[in-house]
């Protein structure tokens, strides 16, 4: 700070102990002579507005008349030529002269002669808005990389940011000086402002080369900033020392260049930020504000001056474009709040597009077609209004809101159409879907809403049914930062999961108490009915009616709530099966592999288990005719298999035999299991089932 307030009283007092004539002046109007007086006061005020100054002269002295060219605010850019700078200089040299003389004759167009006695120090009030400007612009600079610095004392770019500032505190504090001049300066302190001023231009390049290699990320282990730093201020040098032959050579096609190499840079630390949101959200901005600012910078005054256009008049405005540039640096390295800026960066890109577009259509407008201002004027805004401007909104809404607003009814399909699951877990997979995060993992006990964290990086969002939070980090796999618009989406999100999981318990109470009202009939009225049934028959019919029951308790055990242990449902079909073989005196061997953990089946699956598992027993039982009956089971928590081995029978040939099979593998295909029927060399017969299960 303190430096800067040196600096800028140092700008101040240079700029103030120059003589002071009283008079605004500018070139005059093409194919004219002299000076065109804008307005006069103090001094001169004696001199008419809107006259031409075609002569000046100090009592007994000779006379001098001054050209247009004289009040170049940036000789570089009029006077390009060493040689042509050189003259520039010397007649500055003159006129200044001529200032310092206790009077001064002026010769009008009209002829007239007025006596001028210039003050030895030009008011402050009259040091013009241009100066303050560029004045506020070089100390701004500075002080936000000295600022940055402060907070990030070991990181290379904060470092290199204080040399850009540096550089831009030099450029635009001497260019406030001489490009804000009344009429002329010492030919000596020009060339050493100048010199200043394409010296800070240099070293603001190099330094901002040397800052996008380091950052967000190091892109190689070599730091090239003290060699680039070393090579533009030795053209400096040689621009000062008028060794090359023009500024284009020693000025503009060098800072081209490292303009150019910024684009490289940036494009490789793109790439490298790929799954890095902080650092590809520090990284926008930090493009934002480089190609907006010194890209228009460029585009306004340098661009044209390689073409022999002279654009120094508007330099001093143009200046006010680096205050962009800092702002978005400041923003970028100190990553204040990047995850709230994150979501303009887009927006900000497209409006300067549109206002690029805009100048650039009635340009080429103006230029190629020779339209009129207000007719190419109005052509470019109809021609980016109907082409541009819509086709932005689409690219915007399909950038921004693919996991917005747009993907959520989607969403709530899937959220919908989702089997039954604990409410954590199918908040986990929705939260999944929404955001596609790098991770999800457990977070506080409890939470009252969402939170962004560790500068974006992070999302915590309260879980369902008091539940711990969930903490989702790296948005959209680790593509960007999360924001406040999560949070909204978050937020929105969780109310409506929550009334569908409120909703779906509502149903499933519904159908609870539904399938207890059917299994309680089937139980009192039909289950009562059968077991008469059985004590008023023998022999065979009896046998049939009690499987009959069997099957009607194996379906009011399903329309239960609570599902069966795998060991205990088991249990049941061996019991059952034993039964069975004893009744046919056929010798049953039963093999069972312990699974592990233990698996805990709804009642739906307990079904189609014990129905799978008897159908392929009986049928082996009832036509086969084996002497021995092998069951193996074993599993794992995801799939149960049986083994049914038969020995006794070569060919089945009774077709029942295989509409059994027929009816066995329909029902497995329909868990989405498999089945497989063998011969083995005993001519016995093997049945392998294949069944699809899920842990609860």
């Not at 680039?228 to 040689?238: F, V």
């Not at 074993?634 to 038969?646: C, E, K, S």
């Amino acid at each position: 700070m303190g430096v800067a307030a040196l600096f800028a009283l140092a700008v101040i007092w240079l700029a103030v102990h120059q003589p002071w004539l009283g008079l605004t002046l500018a070139p005059a109007d093409s194919g004219a002579a002299g000076l065109k007086v804008l307005a006069s006061t103090g001094p001169a005020a004696e001199v008419s507005s809107g006259t031409r100054l075609i002569q000046l002269s100090a009592p007994q002295g000779p006379s001098f008349a001054p050209e247009g060219a004289d009040l170049s605010p940036e000789p570089d850019t009029s006077h390009v030529g060493v040689n042509d700078y050189r003259e520039f200089l010397r007649r500055q040299q003159v006129l200044h002269a001529l200032q310092l003389q206790p009077q001064l004759q002026v010769r009008t167009s009209e002829n007239a002669q007025h006596t001028i006695e210039p003050l030895p120090k030009r008011p402050l009030s009259r040091l013009p808005a241009s100066f303050w400007l560029q004045l506020l612009v070089a100390c701004s600079g500075f002080m936000v990389g000295v600022g940055v610095y402060a907070f990030r004392r070991t990181d290379p770019a904060a470092s290199y940011l204080v040399i850009t500032g540096l550089g831009l505190m030099l450029s635009a504090g001497a260019a406030a000086i001489y490009s804000t001049r009344e009429l002329a300066l010492d030919g000596s302190l020009f060339r050493v402002l100048h010199a200043v001023n394409g010296c800070g231009s240099l070293l603001f390049c190099a330094a901002f080369i040397s800052t996008l290699w380091h950052y967000p990320t190091r892109l190689g282990r070599l730091d090239p900033g003290p060699v680039l730093i070393t090579l533009y201020l030795t053209l400096a040098l040689a621009s000062a020392l008028q060794w090359l032959p023009d500024f284009d050579i020693s000025l503009r096609v060098p800072i081209l260049t490292g303009f150019i190499g910024t684009i490289a840079l940036a494009i490789l630390q793109w790439r490298r930020t790929r799954q890095r949101p902080l650092e590809r959200a520090a990284l926008q901005w930090f493009l934002l504000a480089w190609f907006s600012g010194s890209g228009l910078f460029l585009g306004v005054i340098f661009v044209p001056a390689l073409f022999g256009t002279d654009t120094g008049s508007l330099q001093a405005y143009a200046f006010a474009l680096f205050l962009l540039i800092y702002l978005g640096l400041a923003f970028g390295i100190a990553r204040y709040r990047l995850f709230e800026l994150d979501r303009w960066w887009l927006n900000a890109w497209t409006v300067l597009l549109s206002a690029v577009l805009l100048v650039a259509v009635g340009l080429g407008l103006i230029y190629v077609a020779g339209l009129d201002i207000a007719l190419a004027l109005s052509l470019s805004l109809a021609l980016v209004g109907w082409t541009y401007f819509p086709l932005r909104q689409r690219v915007l809404a399909r950038i921004a809101g693919g996991a917005g607003s747009a993907a959520l009814p989607q969403l709530l399909q899937q959220v919908i159409a989702t089997e039954a699951a604990p409410p954590q877990t199918l908040w986990r997979d929705t939260l999944a879907r929404l955001f596609r995060p790098l991770d999800i993992r457990s977070g506080r006990a409890r939470l009252e809403r969402p939170v962004v964290s560790d500068s974006g990086l992070v999302l915590e969002v309260p879980g369902l049914d008091d539940d711990r939070s969930l903490r989702l980090t790296g948005c959209e796999g680790g593509h960007r930062l999360f924001g406040e618009r999560d949070i909204e989406m978050a937020q929105t999100v969780r109310a409506v999961t929550e009334r569908l999981l409120s909703y779906r318990r509502a149903v499933d109470i519904g159908v609870e108490r539904e399938r207890s009202r059917v299994a309680r009939d089937l139980h009192d009225d039909v289950g009562a009915r059968l077991l008469e049934l059985v004590h008023a028959t023998d022999g065979p019919a009896q046998s049939r009616v009690r499987e009959v029951l069997d099957e009607l308790r194996l379906v009011i055990q399903s329309l239960g709530s609570n599902g069966e242990n795998l060991d205990d449902l088991l249990g049941m079909c061996r019991a059952e099966l034993d039964d069975r073989t004893e009744a046919r005196s056929v010798t049953l061997k039963w093999q069972q592999a312990d699974i592990d953990p233990p698996l805990h089946l709804d009642p739906q699956q307990a079904l189609h288990v014990v129905r799978v598992l008897r159908e392929s027993t009986l049928n082996a039982l009832r036509h086969a005719q084996p002497k021995t009956l092998t069951v193996t089971v074993r599993g794992d928590p995801t799939a149960l298999q049986f083994t049914v081995h038969n020995c006794g029978v070569r060919e089945p040939g009774i077709p029942t035999f295989r509409r059994g099979l027929n009816m066995l593998s329909s029902r497995t295909r329909a868990l989405g299991g498999e089945l497989k029927v063998d011969r083995d060399e005993a001519d016995g017969w093997q049945v392998t089932l294949q069944l699809p299960l899920t842990a609860r």
